[in-house]
């Protein structure tokens, strides 16, 4: 167990929805980092919050978006949702940012699986 | 820009066998670079890790890797496989933004 919770665990919805996915970090840890794993594109770093702010952006889609809360929770935000969308969302944390940039190690939840009907 | 390859995507080993599995890594920098195991169901375990320092890392579960810049790999090592070791592997490099490879699955004959 690494200490980073995701909810829900699975989701199914249908095209055109609107969902949200909840991550809440290890304890202590600043930095939340989603990714997107999908059996054509694998795993791909989508985007990064560290104590609140977006910090970096990867191949996230317009239609995504997400934020990270006072208590350092983060939601990721998919609207509009297709058939491609189906993947499975990870969730990770780190405990800071360090110097230049550079960051600590992320540790994963257990994802939450979305399957878009 | 920054990107793994993992030239081996399925790898059969029988139980007791030692285990390799293979990441070359593109990167700019020096690599901060990991290997991460995934169960049928569950998310990423991070196995082990390598910031700077000893090129030979060891890891949770038995595992090792050892850094090689020189041939910009970063490959990983059991010397003897239980069946529990089967799943997918996957070696990431990056800092704040990973990239991974395509993962490698490991099956465990008995």
């Known amino acids: 167990d690494s200490g980073v919770t995701q909810t829900p665990k699975h989701l199914i919805t249908a095209t055109g929805q609107r969902v949200t996915l909840r991550c809440s970090p290890r304890?202590?840890?600043?930095?939340v980092y989603w990714y997107q794993q999908s059996l054509d594109q694998g795993l791909q770093f989508l985007i990064q919050y560290y104590n609140g702010e977006e910090r970096a952006k990867g191949n996230i889609l317009e239609r995504f978006s997400a934020q990270q809360f006072p208590d350092l929770h983060s939601e990721l935000n998919l609207s509009s949702l297709e058939l491609g969308d189906s993947a499975l969302y990870f969730c990770?944390?780190?405990?800071?940012?360090?110097?230049?940039?550079?960051?600590?190690?992320?540790?994963f939840g257990p994802g939450t699986r979305l399957t878009v009907l | 820009a920054q990107s793994v390859t993992q030239p081996d995507i399925h790898i059969t080993v029988s139980e007791g066998a030692s285990l390799e599995l293979r990441c070359n890594y593109s990167y700019g920098a020096t690599p901060y670079l990991f290997w991460y195991v995934q169960s049928p169901g569950q998310g990423l375990q991070l196995l082990l890790k390598?910031?700077?320092?000893?090129?030979l890392v060891q890891g949770i579960k038995g595992f090792e890797a050892e850094f090689k810049r020189s041939q910009s790999s970063f490959n990983l090592r059991k010397p003897s496989v239980h069946w529990s070791d089967a799943a997918e592997y996957f070696c990431a490099v990056g800092d704040y933004k990973l990239s991974f490879g395509a993962g490698t699955t490991v099956t465990v004959r008995a």
């Open positions: 304890s202590g840890d600043l930095s």
């Open positions: 390598y910031f700077s320092g000893d090129t």
């Open positions: 990770a944390s780190s405990p800071s940012t360090l110097a230049g940039g550079r960051t600590d190690t992320q540790y």
